[in-house]
């Protein structure tokens, strides 16, 4: 299957909307300001979406590239159908000067999901390793097996200054590059006898990467971030913790941040919340 690697910005467009968008409707326009030439490719193809700053986190199925039209905000029926409503919003009022911008064409996607790899390990369709995130896009050849492994996993309580290092005997392979799947698979490295409640939770929210219940019983929330953790994940987990303490009826709910790297914001962040801790995992290219 054809693939492209595409770097996303963040601060440009969040990815948490667009999936909760497709959970509702059949495809999602997302718009690009650099051209693709759709008669290279046949769909559906994949897009592996490094986010600016960071690494892979995203596999995206597109099943046509259209040339960017206003009406694909303006027309409401469309629209809806189309765009997640803050997206819309943001058009309209022309939030951050966002009609402004050189859209050129339109991506339509069907699916997307968490998908973790270092953007380095993808190959270019001339078999060489891609060595820094495209400014647009290139093509890319569709990712197979990769030897990133986890090396360790560390702890450390917001609660607490100490220390604690995770028992990590041997280096176990990072299924799939799906650094979810890893942790499903691997809750006792996160948390001794932490037991899966529910898995990429739909809310009101938004999505809850992992709900758990330690060996009391008591709810926890697992956010994962594959790269550098900022102190602004600490308002999502938050939220997520609100919703579970409302819905699930229980003020008995802690949050465990799982990144790569901390950032001090983080850590300056976490300190105020006693709740709340963080753990880091290592990984590295073999």
Not at 41 to 59: L, N, S, W
Not at 117 to 140: A, E, H, M, N, W
Not at 257 to 266: C, G, T
Request: a negative charge.
């Amino acid at each position: 299957m054809d693939a492209i690697l595409f770097s996303a910005d963040p601060t440009m467009v969040r990815v948490d909307d667009a999936t909760r968008h497709l959970e509702h409707h059949e495809e999602l326009y997302w718009e690009v300001g650099f051209n693709i030439d759709r008669e290279k490719f046949a769909f559906p193809i994949i897009d592996y979406r490094h986010i600016k700053g960071r690494q892979v986190e995203y596999k995206v199925t597109i099943n046509n590239i259209v040339p960017f039209q206003p009406r694909h905000y303006e027309d409401k029926g469309f629209a809806e159908r189309t765009k997640p409503q803050v997206w819309i919003t943001e058009w309209m009022e022309n939030i951050g000067y966002c009609r402004a911008h050189p859209w050129k064409n339109a991506l339509v996607i069907a699916h997307i999901e968490a998908f973790f790899c270092d953007t380095r390990s993808l190959r270019k369709v001339d078999g060489s390793f891609v060595k820094l995130p495209p400014q647009g896009y290139i093509q890319v050849m569709a990712y197979e097996s990769s030897n990133a492994v986890v090396s360790s996993v560390d702890a450390e309580a917001t609660s607490r200054p100490e220390f604690i290092s995770a028992d990590v005997t041997e280096r176990r392979q990072l299924a799939e590059q799906n650094l979810e799947d890893f942790m499903v698979h691997q809750l006792e490295e996160i948390e001794p006898n932490l037991k899966l409640v529910s898995r990429q939770l739909s809310t009101p929210a938004g999505r809850l990467d992992l709900l758990c219940q330690d060996k009391e019983g008591n709810y926890v929330v697992v956010e994962l971030k594959r790269h550098l953790g900022t102190d602004q994940v600490v308002g999502q987990i938050l939220r997520y913790m609100g919703w579970v303490m409302e819905n699930y009826r229980t003020d008995s709910v802690r949050g465990i941040i799982v990144v790569a790297k901390k950032d001090p914001l983080l850590s300056y962040a976490v300190a105020a919340v006693p709740n709340i801790q963080t753990k880091t995992f290592r990984l590295s290219i073999s």
